[in-house]
């Protein structure tokens, strides 16, 4: 098993920046990558970037894209997304998740692959 806990979220406003993180624990060793999704009132949770355990490939949705960046944190277990020039369509809750190492693992944007979430953390931008 693989626990994450988020952490970061929070109220701002349009314009402004937060870094929300990721600590995990237990079997990290299984990891294969991490990701972050987020989920709006009435919508279907969305993608929004990926990186490999090691941190060498990342994954960013295009809506997010030159905004956001995800990064790593070896020695932490800690998984970062550092979220600029925010908009209020930005507005969800955020989940970590992490992708069980497998034969066929990769780097993907599909919720489905993911094996374990967090809790979640609301963000809000206000316009």
């Known amino acids: 098993q693989v626990q994450l806990v988020e952490s970061g979220g929070g109220l701002v406003q349009a314009g402004g920046s937060l870094r929300l993180s990721c600590a995990a624990s237990g079997r990290t060793f299984s990891v294969y990558a991490m990701g972050w999704f987020r989920q709006a009132p009435g919508k279907e949770r969305e993608f929004v970037a990926a990186?490999?355990?090691?941190?060498?490939?990342?994954y960013h949705a295009d809506s997010v894209k030159g905004r956001f960046t995800i990064s790593r944190d070896n020695a932490k277990n800690t998984v970062y997304l550092q979220m600029n020039s925010l908009k209020p369509e930005d507005t969800a809750v955020y989940y970590c998740?992490?992708?069980?190492?497998?034969?066929?693992?990769?780097?993907?944007?599909?919720?489905?692959?993911?094996?374990?979430w967090g809790q979640g953390t609301q963000v809000t931008v206000s316009s």
């Open positions: 990186i490999t355990w090691s941190g060498v490939k990342t």
């Open positions: 998740a992490a992708e069980a190492a497998g034969p066929e693992s990769r780097l993907t944007g599909a919720s489905s692959e993911y094996d374990y």
